[in-house]
């Protein structure tokens, strides 16, 4: 019997947690579950597993009972990328993988935030929903605190909220910085001496400035959203779930690696009873299809993607940053099980549509000649 491989590409992470039978993060049992219904089989790999010119690769596939066993295999025409390939070698093998005729979607998942913002500025319709953003520096910063009472300095590249100060007016002469270190929140308070931690910040080239969204409050603290934009069995965009993030007490970054706290969307909602609640999530699933939409028509072959968006009070969305890997555990955290199963399942849906269309497209040669 020949089996229908789609590749999962790990981090050596996670591929030594699947031979251990701990993923941590990962749960690849889902993919395991929807493989069976579309009788594709997941078989997992690291890049170094799989060489360029090379009609096999050494993977690791599900034996039932058995666990995980080490089987070669003959090389995925379809993969799904879960690593970050940041390399020069690793772009490398990518293209030449994908010259050989192998579809790799999500094969560029690490950009930074700044390219993202710039590629949404492109579409005048996105410009009221993407808040204004500049790189760090005095004269850009003097022109910030001009315009907005509350900012926020963030690495260009960063990820997990980590890197992130806040900059808040407390009249018309003085600031506050409020920053973390070693998970503790600290602030400064100033006037005209900026404090020697923004200094640093400011002669950084990779950190940004950006507007602060007035996120909504939900448990008398911010809160904002993880949307999973995903494409499906038609190899169109779709929403596979929206779960909420509320920040620590007294904190304002809601990332779950900062001590952010998970809930569905619904419960967060229900403290903003002004709001149309079935218009919020209307106009959050629309914002969240058409930043993909954009963002796909600069970098290829994106297929799985996770938006973080916040409402103001008044209900209006706002992107916050794009994730080219999205962990997916804050769907697991909420309690949102049908939406992180949902979110293993959509991308093993479309690599089945791509399996296919690859499948036609050989067939059509083949008859042409």
């Known amino acids: 019997m020949t089996h229908r491989y789609v590749g999962i590409l790990v981090s050596s992470?996670?591929?030594r947690g699947i031979i251990r039978g701990n993923t941590d993060y990962e749960n690849i049992q889902f993919y395991e579950d929807i493989g069976k219904k579309l009788n594709i089989v997941p078989c997992y790999f690291r890049l170094t597993d799989i060489k360029p010119g090379v009609s096999e690769v050494k993977a690791l596939i599900k034996q039932n009972s058995e666990g995980y066993r080490l089987s070669v295999i003959p090389k995925p025409s379809v993969i799904h990328?879960?690593?970050?390939t940041n390399t020069t070698r690793e772009k490398k093998i990518i293209k030449e993988l994908q010259n050989e005729g192998v579809f790799i979607f999500n094969e560029?998942?690490?950009?930074?935030?700044?390219?993202?913002?710039?590629?949404l500025l492109k579409n005048n319709e996105l410009i009221p929903y993407v808040p204004e953003t500049v790189r760090?520096?005095?004269?850009?910063?003097?022109?910030?605190?001009?315009?907005?009472?509350?900012?926020?300095?963030?690495p260009n590249s960063g990820s997990l909220g980590v890197g992130i100060s806040k900059?808040?007016?407390i009249n018309s002469r003085n600031w506050e910085l409020s920053y973390y270190q070693k998970k503790s929140l600290n602030k400064e308070r100033f006037s005209t001496n900026l404090p020697s931690k923004l200094k640093d910040l400011l002669s950084s080239t990779d950190v940004l400035i950006q507007q602060r969204i007035p996120l909504a409050l939900s448990k008398g603290v911010p809160f904002d959203m993880r949307v999973s934009v995903q494409k499906n069995e038609t190899g169109e965009w779709q929403v596979s779930g929206i779960v909420g993030k509320v920040a620590k007490k007294g904190r304002f970054i809601t990332n779950v690696a900062q001590g952010g706290?998970?809930?569905?969307?619904?419960?967060?909602?229900?403290?903003?009873?002004?709001?149309?609640?079935?218009?919020?999530l209307t106009d959050i699933n629309l914002l969240a299809l058409n930043i993909v939409i954009n963002i796909e028509q600069e970098i290829p072959n994106l297929a799985d993607l996770g938006l973080d968006i916040g409402i103001t009070h008044d209900g209006k969305p706002m992107i916050i940053e794009c994730n080219g890997r999205d962990l997916r555990v804050t769907f697991r955290n909420a309690g949102m099980l049908e939406e992180w199963e949902e979110t293993y399942a959509t991308p093993m849906k479309y690599a089945?549509?791509?399996?296919?269309?690859?499948?036609?497209?050989?067939?059509a040669v083949h008859e042409g000649n």
């Not at 990328?81 to 970050?84: E, G, Q, V």
């Not at 009873?273 to 218009?279: A, G, I, Q, R, S």
């Not at 089945?352 to 067939?363: C, F, I, V």
Request: hydrophobic share 35%.
């Open 108 to 119: 560029n998942n690490r950009y930074k935030k700044l390219t993202i913002h710039e590629i």
């Open 352 to 363: 089945n549509y791509l399996y296919e269309t690859l499948l036609r497209e050989k067939g």
């Open 261 to 280: 706290t998970c809930f569905p969307i619904g419960e967060l909602l229900k403290d903003l009873p002004h709001l149309n609640h079935e218009k919020v």
């Open 13 to 15: 992470f996670v591929y």
């Open 167 to 169: 900059l808040t007016r």
């Open 81 to 84: 990328n879960r690593i970050f």
């Open 136 to 154: 760090a520096g005095k004269a850009n910063l003097i022109y910030m605190m001009k315009k907005y009472n509350e900012l926020i300095l963030k």
